[in-house]
Every structure is written in structure tokens, then in C-alpha cells.
């Protein structure tokens, strides 16, 4: 098997401020991997959260590439993958969610079927997707509410965590009032502490929001937990829930959890914290970062296995150089093509 490594700037279509930075654009590293003719794609973006660049980013890639020449077909190194025999203790999670990714893109193409069949599922996966809205005026959220409303999106999540808390309880508010038939989300990213959290929830609740992600500071989630106990909204976490050890603890004691497959590992992880979840009384929650509809395209796949779906990383781009996943009707769905199931958009390579 011969790799390939390439890297593209994502531009955003505009800075999506949360609490705890302003995003304009991420660098995306994507790994090609091809083998008798047939090539699979995956992708990992740069992360200032998770300390991740594009120079990190290749060279993690790099090594596991070598570590592919051991194997003789696509089949097998995504078992041994999914084992975890491929890829090294120390591989950041969304490099192993990316070279799986590629592998599963590659194996699905030789096989003539859609990554979904591969994972057990056979009809086409399609989800009603959030579409964000940053931390921004009362005004300019209203205004995007009504556009994404009138698009088609059933699901806003409206970011929180500004300095004074009443601008989060206006800025909901106003997308409330400018789109009063849709779902509404909100994340705080960590911004909150307890205090804060249980008097705001509250004024939140009343204003319809169906669920909160993370509102408290990754690193306690036991403080998480309890908050969740006492919460008249569900409580889902995302900082505090990194991998099936995290999710763990908390299942049971909150009401979901986030799963984005670049910090759990990958879609066979994910399943994993699914499996785990079944019967526990929390939900799934499928996210993402930013990246392009490459990467966020194995996620999809996994797409009816999730309560809550947040996969618009694509659709905050300026320029997305895939297609295959659509999203902006506010509906993410596969294309049943071999693999993934995406192309690069006008027929580039």
C-alpha cells in the first residue's frame, strides 16, 4: 500500500467566536492510502484545543504510514486498526480516526460498498443536522436563525459563554423569537461554573432549549454529573467525555454525551461508546470540528445511531473541496457510493 499526504487551508466563511476562542480557519492534512488501483481518503484538521497542527498532523501520519507497509491488503490493516495493532501508543485520536477513515474508504470502494454496510447498517443514513450560531449580537443571530430556518434547518445550537450572561440569555432569545419552530441547542464550551450554570439553566429551559452541551469546565465530572442530576434541561458532555473511559463514568449520570470521532479515535470507537451506552439511559450525540465534508463524512455514516446530530463542520466553510454529504437543506445524508461516499468537488484529485 503507497500513502500520500496533502494539505489544504479551510477557510471560514466567517470567524465563529465560542467562549474560549475566535476560529477563522484550520489547516486539514489528508492522508490518501492506495492499493491495486484503488485509493481511500481521510482526513484530521488542526486543533488548538487539541494541540494539534499540520505539521503534527503529518508527521504522526508519516509513521503510521510506514507501519502500513507490514500489511499485505486494506482489509487487513483496518482489522488490525480496529484491534489496535496499527497505529502506536501515543497516535493522537483523530490521526487513527483518519487512517481509519481511509481504510474504511478504501476497503468499501474494492468491496463495492458504502462505508454504512461495512459497519452494519444497510439503509442509507440521513439525520436533521444542528447548524451553529457563534457567540454574536442578539441581531445578527436572529438574522442567521431566520435564514437557516427558512433553508431548512430543524436544529440551531446557539454557543454561550460570553462575559456577561445576559447577552447568552438575549442571543437565545432573539433566535428563539426569529425561528420559534426549530430545536434549539445551546454550548457553553466549559464557560460556566456551577453557580452560574444553575441559575441560568433555568431562563434557558424556559426559553425552549431543548439540551445544554458541557456547561461546565472540563476536568470535574463528577461536578458535571451532579449539575446533570439537578438540571431542568439534559446535560450533555463533550470536554469531559474524550474516550470510552470518560464515557464510562458518566453514563447513566448524564443525560448524553458527545461523541466527535477525532477525539474518541475514529467510527469504531464510536461504536464502541454506543454499544456501551445502549440501556444506560444517556444518549448519543454525534460531533465534529470544522474540517471538510471528507472529514466529516465518516460520522455520517454512523448518523442513525445518534439522538442529537451536530455534524456542520462542512458547512461553515468558505470553499468545502468535497461534496457527497449535502447538509444545506439542515439534512446530512450518505450517497450509497462505494466507501465514503465522497468525491472532490469538481473532479479535482
Same mark, same amino acid.
Given at each position: 500500500?503507497? @500513502? ?11 470567524? &465563529? ?43 504522526? #501520519? ?8 507490514? #500489511?499485505?491488503? $486494506?482489509? @487487513?490493516? &483496518? ?27 478504501? *476497503? ?5 460498498? $458504502? ?9 442509507? $443514513? ?26 431548512? #434547518? ?35 464550551? =466549559? ?5 452560574? /450554570? ?5 431562563? #434557558?429551559?424556559?426559553?425552549? *432549549? ?33 474516550? &470510552? ?41 454525534? =460531533?465534529?470540528?470544522?474540517?471538510? @465534508?471528507?472529514?466529516?463524512?465518516? /460520522? ?8 442529537? @446530530? ?6 461553515? &466553510? ?15 445524508? *450518505? ?8 468525491? $472532490? ?5
Amino acid at each position: 500500500m503507497r @500513502t500520500g499526504l496533502h494539505t489544504v487551508r479551510l477557510e471560514l466563511a466567517e470567524p &465563529l467566536r465560542i467562549s474560549r476562542s475566535t476560529m477563522s480557519a484550520r489547516d486539514a492534512v489528508r492522508l490518501t492510502v492506495e492499493h491495486e488501483g484503488v485509493t481511500g481518503h481521510g482526513e484530521a484538521v488542526s486543533s488548538v484545543y487539541y494541540r494539534l497542527d499540520a505539521m503534527g498532523l503529518a508527521r504522526h #501520519f508519516t509513521a503510521v504510514g510506514a507501519d502500513l507497509d507490514r #500489511f499485505s491488503d $486494506p482489509e @487487513t490493516a &483496518l482489522e488490525a486498526l480496529r484491534t489496535g495493532v496499527l497505529a502506536a501508543y501515543g497516535t493522537p485520536p483523530a490521526v487513527t480516526a483518519a487512517v481509519e477513515a481511509a481504510l474504511l474508504d478504501l *476497503v468499501g470502494k474494492r468491496a463495492g460498498r $458504502p462505508v454504512h454496510r461495512l459497519l452494519g447498517t444497510d439503509d442509507a $443514513p440521513v439525520a436533521a443536522t444542528a447548524r451553529t450560531i457563534g457567540i454574536t449580537s442578539p441581531s445578527r443571530a436572529a438574522a442567521q436563525a431566520r435564514a437557516l430556518a427558512a433553508s431548512g #434547518f430543524h436544529v440551531l445550537k446557539v454557543k454561550a459563554g460570553a462575559t456577561d450572561p445576559e447577552e447568552d440569555v438575549e442571543r437565545v432569545r432573539a433566535v428563539r423569537d426569529s425561528a420559534p419552530r426549530v430545536r434549539l441547542l445551546l454550548d457553553p464550551n =466549559g464557560a460556566w461554573t456551577a453557580g452560574r /450554570a444553575a441559575a441560568l439553566l433555568p431562563r #434557558f429551559a424556559a426559553l425552549g *432549549v431543548e439540551a445544554v452541551e458541557q456547561p461546565l469546565a472540563p476536568g470535574d465530572p463528577e461536578g458535571l454529573a451532579t449539575l446533570a442530576e439537578r438540571s431542568p434541561l439534559p446535560v450533555i458532555a463533550d470536554e469531559d467525555a474524550v474516550d &470510552l473511559e470518560d464515557v464510562r463514568r458518566l453514563a447513566g449520570r448524564v443525560h448524553g454525551v458527545n461523541v466527535k470521532l477525532a477525539k474518541c479515535g475514529g467510527v469504531y470507537a464510536a461504536l464502541r461508546i454506543a454499544e456501551l451506552l445502549d440501556g444506560s439511559g444517556t444518549q448519543l450525540m454525534l =460531533g465534529c470540528l470544522a474540517a471538510s @465534508t471528507l472529514g466529516i463524512a465518516p /460520522a455520517v455514516h454512523l448518523a442513525d445511531r445518534a439522538r442529537w @446530530t451536530d455534524l456542520d463542520g462542512h458547512l461553515l &466553510l468558505a470553499h468545502d473541496p468535497w461534496t457527497g454529504i449535502g447538509g444545506e437543506d439542515g439534512w446530512v445524508r *450518505v450517497s450509497g457510493s462505494p466507501g465514503l461516499g465522497v468525491a $472532490p468537488r469538481g473532479g479535482a484529485s
